[in-house]
């Protein structure tokens, strides 16, 4: 037993050790400072969450009574939830509740149908959300502390430059939006390890040493004069890239020679020449004249492919039957970057193809300038003259959207059906292809909360979306590459009510930055318009793509989910004839799909209501 004396001192000491807790908490709370983020070190006790604090301190109570140390910070990570307690990014999907932005989070939770994702999990529509609510701000590349390319982080670009630009040059995301697993799978490609292409079987391995730079005449400045080496038409040249590792590094660029003057065998003046490029590293192969400047190789006139993690790449055009030079140089788009130092990495294969046949006469063709199509040229001589100014691509190789969009930009093009909103284009679950070209503006100007890029709406088309069922759907532009905006309404043209809106969502990506997407919830029966917008000029062709909503099926005679009961279903449900217990043409639940259930469909034949 205890003897009194021994009890005195035992609860002295105590008195002792709460009364020093208690005044460091009192310091701690008069400090100017004050508590601070729970994720964050700093040398006063306890953060500015309580619960969270008191959580810590459970497991270790030097987090309250003396400092906050990097130990209490990672036990704040594991065991602390909610809005700034977790350094998950509030632009990726995560298991935890709440995300690192307590601004935002609050933001996304105060909706009632995503407060679940400060008491559940970040799931996908929680990052969605926050695409739409909250900015983010741009991080230049490079930035010592923007994170690691190798790593995912809910900011945008990474610490290590060069990496960050060969990584955004494919996937502009990555430096917009948030540095996620796709930002990360490129940066191994090009940053880390480079993949290796291949070399066919009977290919011609380029002549050239590793860093000897001797088929370079010009490009690499300080180097002894090269000469290109000669190739044929057809062959496969397997190459590689290495700057010299001397005290002045100097960038590898290959050059190649080939004689096309015995090509034009069918005499029209010019020879069609495919570039192909498959490398392992970022880089780029152009068609030039002899002794091209290397300005030149940046030319929008210049035929040119660029190449990248050993997916073939190529482009095509028509050109006089001469002696050309093909360039190969790291970079992209004809702007030469550094080569790597290492003789195993930046390796390709090339192939130059050729082909007599070439172009098409401005106004021989029976295609329209507006559409595109795969042969050279269109029916509006004036306008394809005009065109191919811009991009002699298109009377050359074949007329592509790029081709429609500057017809439409130098001519007078025909609006689309579906311009106005009192002439919607009718809709259901799927994909929709649409475009701008010659469309006019007539919806409201978008609310400055639907605006992530500035510029106001300078065209629109309509769309009609009749859901047949109750719940929440999805509706995007995801995958053009021009700026547009997305908005969702109910009521009728020129009483019309914002639903949703949605401009240049984060979660569009990898396949664009410009696309627009949003979630809502729609009601089985009731229609709906749907209009995308060019921003500041902007037309395009693009994918309309609408989700089935996730609820219940109100009108179950529409078998596809097109909003429409229709031929289509009708198909369906004769594709099921016959016994089908339980399956969804059993329309009147007999157990057997007959002209019963036909009936049943025929009178609900129209939009479903």
Known sequence: MFSRQAMRRTNWASALR????????????????GPKNCLVVHALPTCEDPTCSARVCDFRPSCCTTTWDQT????????????????????????????????????????????YCCSMDWDFSCAFRASDLCSVNSVPCGTPTAGSCTQVHGTPSCDNAACCESVCAFWPTCCQA??????VTLAFQFCVQSCDPGCPVGATAETEPCRSLTNDPIYSPGTPAGTPQSIAAGATICGRLAATDA?????????????????????????????RLNAGFPMFAALVAPNSAAATLAASSTLRTNGGACQEELNWGCRAPAIWWVVVAAGANGVIDAAPTDCTGAKYTLKVEV???????????????????????????????????VLPRCCDTGWDQD???????????????????????????????????GATLDGPASPTACRKASGAETSDVWFAFTPNATGETEISTCGVDWDTR???????????????????????????????RLMATVTCGTTYRVRVSGVAGAIGFGTLHVGAPNGPICCAADLDQSGFV?????????????????????????????????????LDAGPCS
Not at 18 to 33: F, G, N, P, Y
Not at 370 to 375: D, L, N
């Open 566 to 602: 229709d031929n289509s279903d009708i198909a369906l449900l004769l594709l099921d004839f016959g016994p089908c217990s339980g399956c969804a043409s059993d329309l009147d639940g007999s157990g057997t799909v007959d002209f019963g259930d036909a009936a049943v469909l025929l």
């Open 72 to 115: 209490c910070v990672d036990i704040a990570a594991a065991e602390c939830q909610g809005c700034g307690l977790t350094a998950d990014s509030c632009f990726i999907e995560h298991l935890k509740p709440g995300c690192r932005d307590s601004t935002c989070c609050t933001t996304v939770c105060a909706d009632p149908d995503f407060a």
């Open 355 to 389: 082909a007599a046949a070439c172009a098409t006469a401005c106004g021989a063709s029976t295609d329209s300038c507006f559409t595109p199509h795969a042969g050279a040229s269109c029916n509006n001589a004036a306008c394809c003259a005009a065109t191919c100014a």
């Open 403 to 437: 081709c429609a969009i500057v017809a439409a930009e130098s001519c007078t093009a025909p609006p689309p059906a579906n311009d106005a909103c009192s002439a919607p284009r009718e809709v259901g679950v799927g994909d929709f292809d649409f475009n701008t070209l």
């Open 18 to 33: 709460a009364a020093s807790a208690l005044l460091c908490l009192i310091v701690a709370t008069a400090r100017a400072d």
């Open 486 to 516: 997305l908005q969702l309404f109910t009521g009728a043209c020129g009483a019309l009510t914002q639903l949703a809106c949605s401009d240049d969502s984060a979660f569009c990506a990898p396949s664009s930055s410009k696309g627009s």
């Open 178 to 183: 948030a540095w996620d697993g796709t930002c």
């Open 247 to 275: 005290a002045t590094p100097r960038n590898d660029v290959d050059v190649y020679a080939i004689d096309l003057r015995n090509a034009d065998t069918d005499g029209d003046g010019k020879v069609k020449v495919r570039l």
